[in-house]
């Protein structure tokens, strides 16, 4: 059952870390919702804004001028609470490789892969809190922001609701939370198979 719950947990990091870099590195946090001829898709993403023809397909990004120019509070915030996640879970899921039964390093010692794999559980749930309060924060705030254009009756030709990298931040993070429930809670309580 230990090595069921260390391959489950190796599983679910490998895809959700994967899932945090993807949406950390692309280009589609917003889509533009109100293009009544549909000429065009907009993209907006943390390092860039991307337009694609609908008739030809050729998309056209524009990167953003600066990273330490003035950007929006949620632009940044989204950005370091991102990267700090990946950096985390990255640690995390390295970490579990070499806590894994099945890979040939400090075989004579059990006790020390154990630990190994509880330190990279603990690395991934770290890993998925930044992700998932930058996520919801960037959710959030695409939503307050069209919520309020409705609202006051403000229609400035372009609104925007989530794009596909949002939700590959959200459930990247809840995939390195259940990572790291796997390797943490569920590992301590296999923990006495090791002594018999």
């Known amino acids: 059952m230990r090595v069921l719950l260390q391959y489950l947990g190796c599983f679910s990091a490998f895809l959700s870390v994967g899932l945090l870099i993807a949406a950390t590195w692309t280009d589609c946090w917003m889509v533009n919702t109100d293009d009544s001829l549909e000429v065009s898709a907009t993209c907006r993403g943390l390092w860039w804004e991307c337009v694609t023809n609908a008739f030809d397909g050729i998309t056209t990004c524009d990167e953003y001028d600066s990273i330490f120019a003035e950007h929006p ?63 919801t924060w960037y959710a959030i705030e695409v939503y307050v922001e069209r919520s309020t254009l409705v609202l006051h009756n403000v229609f400035v030709g372009i609104q925007y609701k989530f794009g596909w990298s949002c939700w590959l931040g959200l459930s990247g993070s809840l995939g390195c939370f259940l990572a790291g429930a796997f390797l943490t809670c569920c590992g301590r309580l296999l923990q006495g198979e090791l002594r018999y």
């Not at 579990?96 to 010692?109: N, Q, R, T």
């Open 73 to 135: 509070v949620k632009l940044v915030l989204t950005r370091v609470l991102l990267i700090t996640a990946d950096l985390l879970s990255g640690l995390g899921f390295v970490f579990l490789l070499l806590g894994l039964d099945c890979v040939k390093f400090l075989l004579d010692e059990p006790g020390i892969k154990n630990r190994i794999c509880f330190i990279s559980g603990l690395a991934l749930l770290t890993g998925g809190i930044p992700g998932f309060i930058g996520s």
